[in-house]
């Protein structure tokens, strides 16, 4: 059955989550969250989007470089260790989660690490879309769906319970394809991971 949230539960924040557990294994093991983009790292980047966008509180989920990270962390960012991130996305999705369980929103946005190419603009059309009355939102660009991705909160419960390797909420959102919203943002964001050194190319001094 459809899950359905009210006009008054619609206005309350939307807390924004960075996925940022990442090792760069095929960068040769350098952190994805402290590669430098304009001046920053991307966790600055990625934390950055969300807070212009109007998401309160942001979290962000580390794993490898936790401690470089910790030693010079993002303004008005929750920093979560997720200790199992070698496991896969699923699991730094469900820490994550899990550390907004005790925090009064409606809803959370997430991000990935290593897509410097969405930014604050992509993330507010999604937060417009919950406004709105979507309970699950994503992004899209052209055909392809990605992040931001959005989750009304009667939704946590059952995608922390699927979340696993590195499927994050693949499984659940194909299951509830017919409750989420799409919304396009090809025009204004790409979806661009940095995956691999040839990808380094997309980030800007």
């Known amino acids: ?24 294994r095929r960068l040769g093991g350098r952190p994805k969250a402290l590669l430098p983009h304009r001046g920053r790292t991307l966790l600055e980047h990625a934390t950055t989007a969300l807070r212009t966008a109007g998401c309160a509180p942001v ?10 990270v910790r030693a010079a962390p993002p303004d008005e960012v929750v920093l979560v260790d997720n200790p199992d991130w070698a496991r896969g996305m699923g699991s730094s999705l469900r820490a994550g989660l899990n550390s907004l369980a005790g925090v009064d929103v409606s809803a959370v946005a997430v991000l990935l690490v290593d897509q410097p190419r969405i930014g ?62 799409l919304v396009e943002c090809g025009d204004i964001a790409a979806p661009d991971d940095i995956d691999t050194p040839e990808d380094l190319a997309l980030l800007e001094p």
């Open 1 to 24: 059955m459809a899950l359905t949230t009210d006009t008054k539960t619609r206005q309350r924040p939307v807390a924004g989550l960075v996925l940022a557990a990442g090792g760069g």
């Open 59 to 68: 979290h962000a989920v580390l794993g490898a470089g936790a401690a470089e």
């Open 120 to 181: 604050a603009p992509a993330v507010a059309r999604v937060l417009a879309a919950h406004r709105s009355g979507a309970e699950l939102a994503a992004a899209v660009y052209g055909k392809h769906r990605g992040h931001p991705v959005l989750f009304a909160r009667g939704h946590w419960p059952r995608i922390t319970e699927l979340a696993t390797g590195d499927q994050g909420a693949r499984a659940y959102l194909r299951a509830h394809a017919a409750e989420l919203t």
